[in-house]
């Protein structure tokens, strides 16, 4: 296992040029404000761009090159409880889906020409050898699966700790293909879970609150996944601030290597879009272990999940953009993600293209 340290130094936005930036926007051939959201998020990409570029001036282009969508996969102990509507072997059989072009995710890839990778952070089963999937599928296993945390921690701290360091070397590999916006999913039953406890955990929302129905369970399901975690939480101490705990009691593998992927590409001033409420936990966690994480993050979209709902209005800072999509999607795999891709690239494509008052030749003025 990786045991490389994962603490990285992330520093906030450099905001001292948002007004020149802001003016960029402002002298574009429309009225000011025009574009709404967009403009907000394109002020946001040149602000990231300015500090990774280390540009000292206004930035005049907004870089996207090679958005590269990160599949995160892991199995979880605690579905031996009957807590999805598929048994766990589903992860790795949609896992061989992913590597073989028939899933959503596959769609919306090749409709918006976006490059993706697999990581298998520890499912039951490895995927069989004999298959060539080239550079598609990433093994950073933690173990297969993680134990039933209704019972028992979910992983030991050795590997929260290595799942945190695999992170950083994610980014590394993508930063060196060229990689200018990252782009998060997941895929693993019953990780939501492991998602709703680790949010009732950091937040002050109520068991209940932070979970739902999911992919589709009955009433006697979702009455057995609220008292499963009620059970897990019992075992943190009061009012607990120490992440790392959290993540070896009710954390998942891939929920881990997540965030540090997150904390290691923030740390490079590199676009971070998230997907849904899986995604959006492991946010909350790297933003608890370093605030600025937060300057970082692009929300694709909002969920049908209320509890993605909620954590997401707990999370934006006012001034960051919203979702980008409100879709009522539930699918996980990075679909809220890729399908917000097409606005994030309008928003720089005005930012990088649309002319000018002075060069367009366009006065407001008689």
Same mark, same amino acid.
């Given at each position: ?7 990285? %130094?992330?520093?906030?936005? !450099? ?33 990231? &761009? ?23 996969? &892991? ?21 061989? %889906?992913?590597?073989?072009?028939? =899933?959503?995710? !596959? ?5 918006? !020409? ?48 290595? &799942? ?5 070397? #994610? ?17 693993? /039953? ?9 949010? =009732? ?37 009061? !009012? ?23 904390? =290691? =590409? ?5 676009? @971070?879009? /998230? ?8 946010? #909350?966690?790297? @933003? ?79």
């Amino acid at each position: 296992m990786v045991t490389a340290k994962h603490i990285h %130094n992330i520093a906030p936005l !450099n905001r001292i040029l948002s007004e020149d930036i802001q003016s960029i926007i402002d002298d574009k051939t429309k009225p000011i404000g025009a574009l709404g959201q967009l403009e907000q998020l394109a002020l946001q990409l040149a602000l990231m &761009g300015q500090q990774q570029h280390q540009c000292f001036s206004a930035l005049k282009k907004i870089d996207l090159a090679k958005p590269r969508l990160l599949i995160f996969a &892991g199995d979880h102990g605690i579905n031996a409880n009957n807590l999805s509507i598929a048994p766990s072997a589903v992860t790795g059989q949609m896992v061989n %889906n992913f590597l073989h072009g028939g =899933a959503a995710i !596959n769609c919306f890839c090749r409709s918006n !020409n976006i490059s993706f990778n697999v990581i298998d952070c520890g499912i039951l089963s490895r995927v069989a050898v004999a298959d060539d999937y080239g550079d598609l599928l990433i093994e950073q296993r933690l173990g297969a699966g993680t134990a039933d945390f209704s019972t028992q921690a979910a992983m030991s701290i050795v590997q929260v700790k290595s &799942g945190l360091a695999y992170g950083s070397l #994610l980014v590394d590999k993508v930063l060196q293909q060229g990689c200018h916006l990252l782009l998060l999913g997941e895929m693993g /039953i019953a990780n939501t879970s492991s998602a709703s406890a680790i949010m =009732a955990a950091l937040t002050g929302y109520s068991v209940e609150q932070c979970t739902g129905t999911g992919t589709g369970i009955s009433p006697a399901q979702l009455e057995r996944k609220v008292r499963l975690i009620t059970q897990a939480l019992k075992r943190l101490p009061d !009012n607990c601030t120490d992440v790392e705990l959290i993540l070896t009691e009710v954390g998942g593998f891939e929920i881990v290597q997540m965030v540090g992927t997150i904390l =290691a =590409a923030a740390a490079k001033s590199l676009p @971070i879009v /998230i997907d849904g409420f899986i995604v959006s936990v492991a946010a #909350l966690v790297a @933003i608890s272990f370093d605030k600025n994480v937060a300057d970082y993050l692009i929300y694709g979209h909002v969920s049908q999940e209320q509890a993605h709902q909620l954590l997401l209005a707990k999370m934006i800072p006012q001034d960051n953009p919203k979702p980008l999509l409100n879709l009522g999607l539930r699918l996980g795999e990075g679909t809220g993600a890729v399908l917000a891709l097409p606005i994030i690239q309008a928003a720089a494509g005005f930012y990088n293209e649309m002319a000018s008052f002075e060069t367009a030749g366009v006065s407001l003025s008689d």
